[in-house]
């Protein structure tokens, strides 16, 4: 089994209990921590459909990296392909779409309204709940903007 420690920092669900924390859970793994070993961190606000982890964490030494699911990065997506949320309604192709979660780590997707100004779009508070089979469809956007070509790496 591989170590923990060897992940990389970002957002994961616990496939099993771990460190005190149920299966099934959003959390924010860093592979190091002010005392040494890696440490998870529960969600505790939600702005912008975009979670604040809190301060102190839980250290996770000894575990297992199977008790850790990678998730995508929350933010600004493009849907590679179309797909049906159910028989009434399609997503299009290249929709521009918002990714966050719940506290269950599981994915939701918001979808961009315009602003009353027109020249500015914003994604409400509510979105879809999306399988995972929509989950690969995603596509992360570059929103950047003009760089120098020795930034693009």
Known sequence: MTPISTLSCGLYRTTRAVAGINADHLVYFHNHSNEGPPI??????????????????????????????????????????????????????DSLVQLGYNRAAEPILFFPISTPDANSIAFPSRGMKIP??????????????????????
């Open 132 to 153: 995972a089979t929509i989950y690969e469809l995603l596509s992360p956007l570059d929103l950047r903007g003009p760089r120098k070509p020795t930034q693009l790496h």
């Open 40 to 93: 998870l961190l529960l969600p505790e606000t939600n702005d912008n459909n975009r979670w604040s982890f809190a301060q102190n964490g839980r250290l996770v030494e000894g575990e297992d990296s199977d008790a850790l699911a990678p998730l995508k990065q929350e933010g600004l997506y493009r849907v590679r392909e179309h797909f049906h949320p159910d028989q009434d309604r399609v997503v299009a192709a």
